[in-house]
């Protein structure tokens, strides 16, 4: 006979559905919330939360147990951002590419990291496959992440300025970054992100060949060279990465928010202007 109780009800309800999740997606993509809140659970089974969503809810004792059960507008917001591509896999002969668009073909379906479940779009690089400059930065931000493409918004418009101002345009170099995915909330990119995603730089550089490496920022310089050196200390000397040399210079957003940073930054950029003319 049916239980009458409605509570007990949503509790099988709730077991039911996580059961389900957990069979399909695994242990790891199952991320309850806490609500340590006192408010009466529902006994229609949803209710509204604080961004809009339905929510579904079963009291436990005094704690409960709070999951997103109803209405869900797409996987990304049940799994708090990740979104679970069981089918997702890069392809086991990506490091034989012979050229940029096998190998973003290759890997662009890449979930070695975190971040493959949380981008909205894989960033690989873009430019002249055969420049002899290659500009890197640290990861994608939220433009980056949007639209597919590296530095582009206010910081890319900044960059294309500053290459024409020593004479080169976008397509004459190439530009990526260290990681393809864009790390939530622009945080740096973790030592293991920077680690699992590193073999894709080196094949892209691989196959571009190029004679000169300019990192734009802190980040991407110390995470390329693997030091914790300033940024002041970096712009200092010429590096060496897989035999390229390598200069350090300003971000372009960071001469957005400090436009003192650009004479120096003018200066770096003069530096490697002369270093290209060299080549
Ligand atoms: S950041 Fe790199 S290693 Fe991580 S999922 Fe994206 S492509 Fe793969």
């Not at 420049?131 to 582009?152: H, M, N, R, S, Y």
């Not at 101002?165 to 864009?182: F, G, H, M, P, S």
């Not at 390229?244 to 930054?265: E, G, M, S």
Request: net charge negative; with cysteine; proline share 6%.
């Amino acid at each position: 006979m049916e239980n009458e109780n409605p509570i007990e009800n949503t509790l099988k309800d709730v077991e039911l559905f996580l059961k389900q999740q957990v069979e399909i997606f695994g242990e790891q993509f199952f991320l309850p919330e806490r609500n340590e809140s006192q408010s009466t659970p529902s006994t229609s089974g949803s209710a509204t939360g604080a961004r809009g969503e339905s929510a579904g809810q079963a009291s436990n004792g005094g704690d409960q147990l709070k999951t997103k059960t109803i209405r869900i507008k797409d996987d990304r917001e049940l799994f708090q951002g990740a979104v679970v591509r069981p089918e997702w896999k890069i392809d086991p002969h990506w490091s034989e590419s012979d050229s940029l668009e096998k190998l973003d073909s290759a890997i662009s379906k890449c979930v070695r990291c975190g971040l493959g479940a949380t981008r909205k779009n894989f960033v690989f690089g873009v430019g002249n496959p055969n420049a002899k400059l290659v500009l890197i930065g640290e990861a994608p931000g939220a433009d980056e992440d949007d639209q597919g493409e590296p530095f582009v918004g206010r910081a890319g418009q900044l960059l294309n300025k500053i290459l024409a101002a020593v004479e080169l345009r976008r397509e004459d170099v190439y530009i990526c970054n260290i990681l393809k995915c864009r790390p939530p909330n622009n945080r740096d990119p973790l030592p293991e992100e920077a680690e699992a995603c590193e073999p894709y730089l080196k094949k892209q550089l691989e196959i571009i060949k190029p004679k000169i490496i300019l990192c734009l920022g802190r980040i991407a310089g110390q995470t390329l060279l693997k030091t914790n050196a300033t940024l002041t200390e970096l712009r200092k000397s010429t590096y060496e990465y897989e035999g390229i040399k390598v200069l350090v210079t300003f971000h372009p957003a960071a001469l957005l928010r400090n436009p003192n940073w650009k004479r120096p930054a003018w200066e770096d950029v003069q530096k490697m202007r002369k270093m290209y003319d060299e080549l």
